[in-house]
């Protein structure tokens, strides 16, 4: 197995990619429709995950979704995705949005959710990746409770698996 070097954070990071709302991007309630935001934040998640793996990835789990406020009409969306943390073939991407009011400048964080994805070789088997160096104290503060979340995740797996025996 090859051992690949370490990247920065910033090497595979979205900062601020704009999505404008328009009407059929609504909800009965007349605010965005949170699948479609959902839709769109693992899309780039996985752009994050390719960037990074330099390979094909999957998305594997999604944590921790949480919307915070409503987006509404005339709203800009602006998705920022950066990698938290990785392991051997898995990674956390850590995803915030936030809401612009495309008028006054104003925003408004309205959703945060950290996505598992997993780099996959020619032959669809997980492959190893490299790791990732955080550059400031809040990537790494994030890189290390990405380890939380992840002892979380396999926790709850194990704990699920035991009860189903």
């Known amino acids: 197995m090859t051992t690949k070097s370490a990247k920065p954070v910033s090497a ?3 900062d601020n990619h704009v999505y404008k709302v328009f009407p059929n991007d609504m909800n ?3 605010t965005v429709f949170g699948g479609m935001i959902m839709a769109k934040c693992d899309r780039l998640a996985l752009v994050v995950a390719e960037r990074h793996s330099g390979m094909v990835c999957v998305t594997a789990a999604v944590d921790s979704i949480h919307f915070r406020a ?3 009409g005339n709203d800009t969306l602006l998705f920022s995705l950066s990698l938290n943390r990785c392991w051997t073939s898995s990674m956390e991407i850590g995803a915030r949005v936030m ?4 008028y006054t400048g104003e925003e408004r964080h309205i959703l945060s959710a950290f996505f598992t994805f997993v780099a996959l070789d020619e032959a ?3 492959a190893s990746i490299p790791s990732v160096h955080p550059e400031t104290p809040e990537q790494q503060r994030r ?3 990405a380890e939380i979340r992840r002892q979380g995740r396999l926790d709850t797996r194990k704990e699920l698996q035991s009860s189903n025996d």
């Open 70 to 72: 409503p987006a509404k």
């Open 12 to 14: 595979s990071a979205i």
């Open 124 to 126: 669809g088997n997980p």
């Open 28 to 30: 009965s309630q007349n």
């Open 99 to 102: 809401a612009e009011n495309s």
């Open 143 to 145: 890189f290390e409770n």
